[in-house]
């Protein structure tokens, strides 16, 4: 019998100590600064994740954009998250595991965040393009069954190019869309992408200069 799924974990409690609310959250500080906090986070089985709500699953939500247009894609059969088969969408990520060696109790944890991040996204397309990573933005949606239990964290991926291939057969009809074109099939995308469509110009906004103390939005 092969051993079962670990996903990684936060509290939910301690996401809304620090401010978690429904949709978009562009104050990603202390969300990250909470969720990164030693101790914090931590691997559960999948079964019991996906079934308790007083925990949600990190998951890496990564958006790519090329000049004005966003990567999207259709999530085919063999999606890991069977409830969001056929839908529409924009972020590219999945449940963080145990092999992605993250140390959770070390000051490293958000650079091993940010290599786990890339290799999710390698396992499922190839990036042939110079990008930036900047984390724009954390998503929640309490009123669906997979929103309940888990919680995306929002990273923004400016491509140089619009050289993006696919590598799992999950990824289907890949293309990049104009926002006028994805607005015209709004109906289509899972949820956390509406959310983040209809968010699209602040999730794009040039970051801002850093503050006097070096406190910068989404800086690792």
Not at 45 to 54: F, G, I, K, N
Not at 73 to 83: C, I, K, T, W
Request: proline fraction near 5%.
């Amino acid at each position: 019998m092969a051993d079962e799924e670990h996903v990684l974990v936060v509290e939910r409690s301690v996401l809304e100590d620090a401010g978690l609310s429904q949709g978009l959250m562009f104050d990603v500080t202390p969300l990250l600064d909470a969720i990164f906090r030693p101790g914090v986070p931590r691997f559960m089985p999948r079964s019991r994740a996906e079934t308790d709500p007083t925990w949600k699953q990190l998951i890496p939500y990564v958006i790519m954009t090329c000049d004005s247009r966003v990567l999207t894609y259709v999530r085919g059969r063999r999606a890991g998250e069977s409830r969001l088969v056929g839908q529409r969408s924009m972020g590219i990520g999945g449940h963080i595991n145990p092999g992605d060696d993250l140390p959770l109790f070390n000051s490293d944890f958000r650079d091993a965040y940010a290599a786990a991040v890339r290799r999710e996204v390698d396992e499922e397309v190839s990036v042939e393009a110079g990008h930036s990573d900047q984390v724009v933005a954390l998503l929640n949606d309490d009123s669906t069954e997979v929103g309940r239990v888990h919680v995306g964290i929002v990273h923004l991926w400016r491509l140089a190019t619009c050289a993006v291939g696919k590598r799992e057969q999950v990824i289907t009809q890949m293309t990049f869309m104009t926002p006028t074109e994805m607005r015209a099939v709004r109906d289509s995308f899972e949820t956390w992408s509406q959310f983040c469509l209809d968010g699209l110009a602040a999730l794009r906004a040039e970051p801002q200069p850093p503050a006097v103390d070096g406190a910068k939005r989404g800086q690792w």
